[in-house]
């Protein structure tokens, strides 16, 4: 299979290249860009010296549709919008990482992105790409999936075991979630200077971060009573890795080791989801670089709250790496080709 990675110069996309120059079953056909044409990618990225030596393309819409499978769009929201449609027409699979096509509500987009939304034909078509939760057969005749944001991810892991069984109170959910600084990208700002976020902690966004309906949205397929939540984000000085801790109410009777069975039964098959025994809860920096979801479960019998802990690299299971297992699953490879490496650690 031959794809095309577009957006290849981004935090994102550099780590398609680096799985997906691995993959036992895939060739990368090209990368592209916005700029720097005809540079190889090692002249932005020296670290891959010997290991990619192609050059950055402007992207040929006609002639990528004749010569690659599918195409990853890891591009600034509102780009992939105007890419995606041009590739489809043509027959050709996209997956898109970018927030274009996650959010079905047009308006709710408008709001939340402050752009202009995508066509409601292909919003409706889009699949919504959480891999552990992903219907594989409702695959069989798409041509794109919508991978989930970083945040939204983790949280998502965390939060659909509790209301998928009806246990918590849908009202009651609070998300206190932390970030690294490639979650920003590559982009300059002052938000993101090594001297504003060094030694310092900060929560961005109150009550406005853009993930907060795509979280709502995938909440709500699968309990329609789920409205709106809590969600608060904060910069941590660290490069990847996010932590979500989420509180919820039970509105059932349960108890700890009701909880951890209950996640670890829905993710009994799931390799990239780690579900912690009782008491051991995890850190990010066991998840750093890989494709990894892990999993802390607690119940506070004094208050009658849930929390629950997730942690995942917000690049790989936040991004690239769930666009690999999206794409492996969809193929009908292995759901582990080219991501199953261990974390990073220190």
Known sequence: MKVAIVGATGYGGLELVRMLKNHPHVSIHS???SSQF???LTNTYPHMEKFMNMQLEPVNVEKLAEEVDLVFTATPSGVARELAPQFIEKGVKVIDLSGDFRI????????????????????????YGLSEWLDVEHLNDKKLIANPGCFPTGVLLGLIPLV???IVDEQSIIVDAKTG?????????????FSETNE???????????????????????NEHVEAITFSTHLAPMTRGIMATI???AKVAVNQKQLIALFKEAYEGDFFVRVRDEGDFPATKEVYGSNFCDIGVAYDDRTGRITVVTVIDNLVKGASGQAVQNMNKWLGFDEKAGIDFMPVYP
């Open 247 to 249: 509180y919820a109410n």
């Open 200 to 222: 310092n902690f900060k929560i961005y966004k109150v009550n406005r971060h853009q993930h907060t309906p795509e979280i709502e949205q995938g909440l709500r397929m699968f």
């Open 164 to 166: 998928k069984e009806n």
């Open 104 to 127: 079905k509500d047009q308006e709710a987009y408008r709001q939340w992105y402050g752009l202009e939304p995508s066509d409601k034909r292909l919003l409706e078509e889009a699949v």
């Open 31 to 33: 990368i592209h860009a």
């Open 181 to 193: 600084v490639s979650g920003a990208g590559k982009g300059l700002s002052p938000a993101v200077h």
């Open 38 to 40: 005809g540079e190889p």
